[in-house]
């Protein structure tokens, strides 16, 4: 559909969306401590960056809980984006070293022993 549209084509290599996708959800479970900082910092830096935004301190305060909320919601959103890149490059380093098929296996592989160490992980708290 989109190829009808535009003049020129688009080539969407779907198995390294895939691939990425699945190091990346692999990364993001098997490294909780790592998520959980991102979400923190990107959660300072929205309230910091929307302190700046208000003249009055009143006003501040009065929007500060729904403020809080959003941001923690945007920082828990923004937190998956250096997961996205770092699953991208563990893909493309796999696809380099080990072949097409292979980087796809692993990282369905991954994302299962991430899963249940997770699963383990928040059973013991």
Known sequence: MLNELL???IEIDTALI????LWSL?????LASLREWFVEMFDRWF????RSLYLSAEEFERTRPARESQNAFYASIFAIFPFLLVGFLCDYGMK??????WAISVGILGCFCCGIFEL????EL
């Open 120 to 123: 383990g992980r928040r059973n």
């Open 96 to 101: 380099l070293s080990l072949g097409h098929s």
């Open 26 to 30: 692999a990364l993001y479970l098997g």
């Open 18 to 21: 895939a691939g990425s996708s």
């Open 47 to 50: 309230n910091f960056a929307d």
């Open 7 to 9: 003049p020129f084509r």
